[in-house]
């Protein structure tokens, strides 16, 4: 540990408290904050109810199958980075020397290196595995679309808790998902610690900021929040 020094490892601790302490908080709500999951969770809730009045169910398995696809791009994505990120790990004397010959960047120790290439590889595996967990549970909502009780019963309350445990189920999906791209913006500001300490623990403040803003602040939140919520009831087994 002696060749890893000490404003390395205080920055790296910056950041895991940070990444740590802002999930715990953005995702520990429970719907009792507005935020962009809270303010979807209702609409997801609304639109499963509306699926158990139509007869024909294309459009809802279309809507899920482009998610699941945004949902596979982000796993290929990351698996590639992965591997690019092995190689790196492999050649950390190349990838060391190129680095360091740029301008305002930190002399490091080869120790100090392979942590940092560790640190990344830790994060987009996290990010994979909340990818991969997504697109499963997206493909057990497709599944529960399938299963979903006939027009007939959609006012019963079996078929509202099936519908409101479909939607959960879509919910949980997003939530991983929301969680695997948070990890890529963790992940950019982890590629700043190569070039200094310092800088690696001001733009996780940054990060911090800018994800907060979107999912708390942005202008997005306000449009959805503002949306009324249509009917439920409504019978659009003809539609």
Known sequence: MSEIAVTDLMALVW?????????YYADGMKGEGRTLLTVMRKHREVWMVRMLNRENR????????AIMRSVGLFTTTTLFILAGLLAILGAVDK?????????FVEASSRVAWELK???????FIYAFFKFAWSLRQLNYALVLIGAAPPPSDA???????FAHGTARIISGSVLNLNRGVRAYYFGLAALSWFLHPILFALITIWVVAVVYRREFRSFTLTLLDNIPEPDIHTD???S
Do not use: E, N
């Open 15 to 23: 950041f895991l408290a940070l990444w740590c302490g802002y999930t």
């Open 155 to 161: 006012r019963l309350p079996s078929a509202i808790q």
């Open 236 to 238: 659009d087994s003809k």
């Open 95 to 103: 990838a060391q020397s190129l680095v360091q010959g740029l301008p």
């Open 117 to 123: 290439v560790l640190l990344l590889l830790m994060i």
């Open 58 to 65: 294309v459009a809802d398995t279309t809507i899920l199958s």
